[in-house]
T-cell receptor, first 110, second 116 residues
C-alpha cells in the first residue's frame, strides 16, 4: 500500500515569513495529493490539492508543487498569518483510500 | 446539509466494555471512511465503504474492531472489548467520488474515546 512521509513534524516561523512542508510517497500509482488543515480541536479540512498531471497549483498564499519522478510534493505558504497556525496533513492515493502523513504542527510566531 | 454527523462526541469507558461509534454521512456521498487519530500514529485509515459495501478493511487493527454500514445514511464502528490503547479520536468522513480519486473528504467532528 501507499506510504506517505511528512517533514518536519513541527515548524515555527515568524509572522510574514514563508513556510514549506514536504512529503514523499511510495506508490507510483498514486495520482492525487491533497493537503488538509486541522485547527486545534477541529476536524481536518481540505485546503488545496494537486493531481499528477500538474506540476504546481496556487491559491492565493498557498501553493503546492509535485515532482512525480522523485515522488515528492510540497506545500508552500507565503506571508504567514496567525490564523495559519494549525496542523497540516499531506495525503496521497491512487485507489479509493487516502493515506495521510503524520502531520506538521505549524506555529506562527508574532 | 448539516455535514457529517458523529456521535458520541466524547466517550469515557472502562477496559473491557463495548464501544459503538456512529456516523451519518452527507446525503448523496457514495464513500464513507473511518479514520483514527493519535499523536503517535497520526490519521490512520481503518476501513472504507463504497455504496454501503466494505471495500478495504486492512487498516482495522484487530478482530476487536468491526464496522458496518446497513444503509446509505448510517455507519457504526464497534470495539469489543475495548482496551486503553484504543484511546484516540475517531473520525468519520464521506466523499462523493472516493478520497484518492479526487473527491474531497468531509470529516465529522470526531468521537474522542478514552478507555480507562
Amino acid at each position: 500500500g501507499e506510504n506517505v512521509e511528512q517533514h518536519p513534524s513541527t515548524l515555527s516561523v515568524q509572522e510574514g515569513d514563508s513556510a514549506v512542508i514536504k512529503c514523499t510517497y511510495s506508490d507510483s500509482a498514486s495520482n492525487y495529493f491533497p493537503w488538509y488543515k486541522q485547527e486545534l480541536g477541529k476536524r481536518p479540512q481540505l485546503i488545496i490539492d494537486i493531481r499528477s498531471n500538474v506540476g504546481e497549483k496556487k491559491d492565493q498564499r498557498i501553493a503546492v508543487t509535485l515532482n512525480k519522478t522523485a515522488k515528492h510534493f510540497s506545500l508552500h505558504i507565503t506571508e504567514t498569518q496567525p490564523e495559519d497556525s494549525a496542523v497540516y496533513f499531506c495525503a496521497g492515493g491512487g485507489a479509493d483510500g487516502l493515506t495521510f502523513g503524520k502531520g506538521t504542527h505549524l506555529i506562527i510566531q508574532p | 446539509d448539516a455535514g457529517v454527523i458523529q456521535s458520541p462526541r466524547h466517550e469515557v469507558t472502562e477496559m473491557g466494555q463495548e464501544v459503538t461509534l456512529r456516523c451519518k454521512p452527507i446525503s448523496g456521498h457514495d464513500y464513507l471512511f473511518w479514520y483514527r487519530q493519535t499523536m503517535m500514529r497520526g490519521l490512520e485509515l481503518l476501513i472504507y465503504f463504497n455504496n454501503n459495501v466494505p471495500i478495504d478493511d486492512s487498516g482495522m487493527p484487530e478482530d476487536r474492531f468491526s464496522a458496518k454500514m446497513p444503509n446509505a445514511s448510517f455507519s457504526t464502528l464497534k470495539i469489543q472489548p475495548s482496551e486503553p490503547r484504543d484511546s484516540a479520536v475517531y473520525f468519520c468522513a464521506s466523499s462523493l467520488s472516493g478520497g484518492a480519486k479526487g473527491g474531497e473528504l468531509f470529516f465529522g467532528e470526531g468521537s474522542r474515546l478514552t478507555v480507562l
